[in-house]
């Protein structure tokens, strides 16, 4: 009876902590739920994809389907369209439920690190319990209000981490599970076999988790310590545990090459011609060192770290990064007989990086705080480990009450970080202007931050910084492009023109700054440059609506009426609801005298107007 009422009377305890590091990691995130979508792929993910919207036939299978963007996460997509359907387009919710997977992985690493420092305590779990419960939930909490976590989950096309991250847990998890009940083989086969489901899920998620299989491992030799000795005489003596890593071996592998189509359809990879192999290896060394470093002093943090256009692996920061990754790894290589957790934490941060570091690389990043949310975990349960040891040490009350008060004060001071970092993401403007902050150079960021400005009425500001991101990058289309739109407006013709004809040098291959240049020429009259760009641009990009429609305006200025007819009539069949198009149509038709058929047209163009709350005035003898 005695050992029921002592059970019953743990019972809360151990529930208490774990929702105690919920609640701490929820408040400290809550300023989230105020932030927008912002203009880093959340406008191409989420604003201007409908695809997404919803749970039905057609939207899941595009979802199982699609490399939209680069990454295969069908079932990140999903979570979309459930919230979707119960928000709308309310960024709050969206946010919501990025919050709440990132509370319920909180909760998850709580078991899981209470789970192994159980293993690595000399002390039995029943002699140790608050004192587990202690390092346990400190671990979960350096992990989770950790400030390198606000990128996974402040921003809203990150989802993905914390979809995944949640079933990589659960992986784990069961994992644990499955050795600790290893002397009941139907129970640990259940267990392993729920492990396998899950990390399915989690790859689905997003294809960061394809190293588990190492990571397994990694827990096999240290704490589990099923596999000791030579690796040479693995096979021989641990067959077994060998064959169980063959099952998460198989689907890792297939993702990892779904992953590599899906990074080449976006054309995110680079060339060893365009990023040499040294500063690959290079970036690699700088960036573990770059992780453990902002896990200890997460300070001067950004949404972004653009490669320098002129990137050396010579730069002495460069170099330091290398060098301290190289330090800290023979360290903890000659540490490990004394100290082995040293070298698993390690180990296991560097392999889950393995994918991200840059050797494969991938966009514009040198680093990214994103890619610290799985493969950080070991440090925050190494930090748990040190409460617990020094805890455990520690002879008089006053030693415990003042280690945990500087275990306390560690948790507010960085949730106090975390809660100001969450308001960088609040909208495009402030996540633009913080990468600036820390790097005037970062020509990404100056030219999305143009693109805002512009958006909000702000022309001077807007340009000006399209002129600072050319000046770092003077072969960026994009920006030649938006800045000669701008001018136009302005009323700088030819300084517009001039931007065009740049953009149409560095990139011949691409139709905007021909289609731009028609729409300048035909504003300015000069209807015979007009035609000439505008033909090329449908040379270029023949299934584009509105190339069409402005090489028909053109042909209708010079009087080529049957042409520009036929210019229409295509626009409106690559567009079906390109009602401004279909107005032309008519206009054109009535001209040549086909009352009819303009009618026809125009009631259609009526009918889509309508639908958006536009008004026309019926079309006209004359050609506008």
């Not at 290589?333 to 698993?344: E, N």
């Not at 990086?353 to 966009?363: E, H, K, Y």
């Not at 340009?463 to 001018?487: F, K, M, Q, T």
Request: glycine share 6%; proline share 4%; hydrophobic share 50%.
């Amino acid at each position: 009876m005695r050992g029921k009422k002592n059970r019953a009377s743990k019972l809360p305890v151990q529930w208490i902590a774990p929702v105690f590091v919920a609640l701490v990691t929820f408040i400290t995130f809550f300023p989230t739920l105020q932030n927008q979508f912002v203009e880093w792929d959340d406008y191409e993910n989420l604003i201007s994809n409908a695809h997404y919207r919803g749970l039905g036939w057609a939207q899941l299978g595009w979802m199982l389907t699609t490399f939209h963007m680069g990454p295969y996460q069908p079932l990140s997509w999903m979570t979309y369209g459930l919230d979707y359907v119960l928000w709308g387009m309310n960024p709050a919710g969206y946010h919501l439920t990025s919050l709440l997977f990132h509370g319920a992985n909180a909760v998850f690493f709580y078991f899981i690190s209470r789970r192994l420092l159980a293993i690595t305590s000399p002390t039995s779990i029943e002699e140790a319990d608050w004192r587990l419960t202690a390092g346990a939930a400190f671990a979960a909490l350096m992990f989770s209000i950790h400030p390198l976590r606000v990128e996974s989950v402040a921003w809203a096309t990150e989802r993905r981490d914390v979809v995944s991250g949640f079933f990589f847990l659960a992986t784990i998890y069961c994992y644990l599970r499955a050795n600790l009940c290893d002397h009941d083989q139907r129970a640990s086969k259940s267990w392993l076999s729920a492990a396998l489901g899950a990390y399915v899920l989690s790859l689905l998620g997003k294809a960061t988790a394809m190293t588990l299989p190492l990571i397994l491992l990694i827990l096999d030799i240290y704490p589990l310590r099923r596999l000791a000795g030579s690796p040479r005489n693995w096979w021989k003596l641990r067959r077994g545990i060998l064959r169980e890593k063959i099952l998460f071996a198989v689907p890792a592998a297939v993702f990892a090459v779904i992953a590599l189509l899906g990074q080449q359809q976006a054309s995110a990879l680079k060339s060893l011609g365009s990023f040499s192999i040294e500063s690959r290896i290079a970036q690699a060394l700088f960036g573990a060192s770059f992780y453990l470093w902002k896990t200890i002093v997460p300070v001067r943090l950004s949404p972004l770290y653009e490669i320098p256009s002129e990137f050396s692996p010579l730069d002495p920061a460069i170099l330091a990064g290398g060098a301290a990754t190289v330090i800290v790894t023979v360290s903890l290589y000659f540490l490990r007989k004394r100290w082995p957790a040293g070298l698993a934490c390690g180990t296991y941060s560097v392999v889950m990086l393995a994918p991200v570091l840059g050797i494969v690389s991938t966009g514009p990043q040198l680093v990214a705080e994103r890619y610290s949310y799985l493969s950080c975990l070991s440090w925050a349960l190494l930090a748990g480990g040190l409460l617990l040891s020094v805890i455990r040490s520690a002879g008089q009350t006053r030693t415990v009450l003042a280690t945990t008060t500087v275990a306390a004060i560690i948790v507010t001071f960085f949730s106090l970080l975390t809660w100001r970092q969450t308001m960088v993401w609040r909208d495009t403007g402030t996540l633009w202007t913080r990468v600036l902050r820390f790097d005037p150079n970062s020509s990404i960021a100056h030219y999305n931050l143009a693109r805002f400005l512009a958006n909000q009425g702000r022309q001077t500001e807007a340009i000006a910084h399209y002129r600072e991101a050319l000046s770092i990058r003077p072969d960026d289309i994009d920006a030649h492009n938006n800045l000669g739109l701008l001018l136009v407006l302005r009323g700088d013709t030819q300084d517009s023109i001039n931007e065009f004809l740049t953009a149409a040098q560095i990139a011949p291959q691409d139709a905007r700054s021909f289609f731009n240049l028609g729409r300048v020429y035909a504003r300015e009259g000069e209807l015979d440059k007009a035609l000439e760009n505008y033909q090329q641009a449908v040379k270029l990009d023949p299934n584009r609506a509105e190339i069409r429609f402005g090489l028909g305006n053109v042909f209708a200025r010079q009087g080529l009426l049957k042409a520009a007819a036929a210019q229409f009539e295509l626009a409106t069949k690559l567009k079906s609801d390109f009602a401004e198009a279909r107005v032309a149509w008519a206009r054109a038709l009535a001209a040549q005298g086909k009352k009819l058929e303009a009618e026809q047209q125009y009631q259609e163009a009526l009918r889509v107007l309508k639908a958006r709350g536009s008004v026309v005035s019926p079309p006209s003898e004359g050609i506008p």
